[in-house]
């Protein structure tokens, strides 16, 4: 088992950064993909970047040129550098560590708020 805490989140106004940092509590050994996904009221769960252990990164078309994720493999953390915030980048933001098909571990979510 791996558990995920995530920190970071906050109120921020339209224009500002935050940064988000998610911590597993155990060194996750070989192949894996670590993210972010988040969720707003009424809609459904939304991928906003990944990383490969490798460190290939993915990104939403709406956070990209102003999101960055990175990772720390010592710490087992990765981040998720948020800047030029906009009011829809509100939403609860969830750490996710995919290993294979059949297992994946999420963290409790960080509540992020951009006032317009």
């Known amino acids: 088992q791996v558990q995920l805490v995530e920190s970071g989140g906050g109120l921020v106004q339209a224009g500002g950064s935050l940064r988000l940092s998610c911590a597993a509590s155990r060194r996750v050994i070989g192949i894996n993909t670590m993210g972010w996904y988040r969720q707003a009221p009424g809609h459904q769960r939304e991928l906003v970047a990944t990383?490969?252990?490798?460190?290939?990164?993915n990104y939403a078309d709406s956070v990209k040129g102003r999101f960055t994720i990175s990772r720390d493999n010592a710490k087992n953390t990765v981040y998720l550098q948020m800047n030029s915030l906009k009011p829809e980048d509100t939403a609860v933001y969830y750490c996710?560590?995919?290993?294979?098909?059949?297992?994946?571990?999420w963290g409790q979510g960080t509540q992020v708020t951009v006032s317009s």
């Open positions: 996710n560590l995919h290993l294979n098909s059949w297992t994946d571990y």
């Open positions: 990383i490969h252990s490798r460190g290939t990164s």
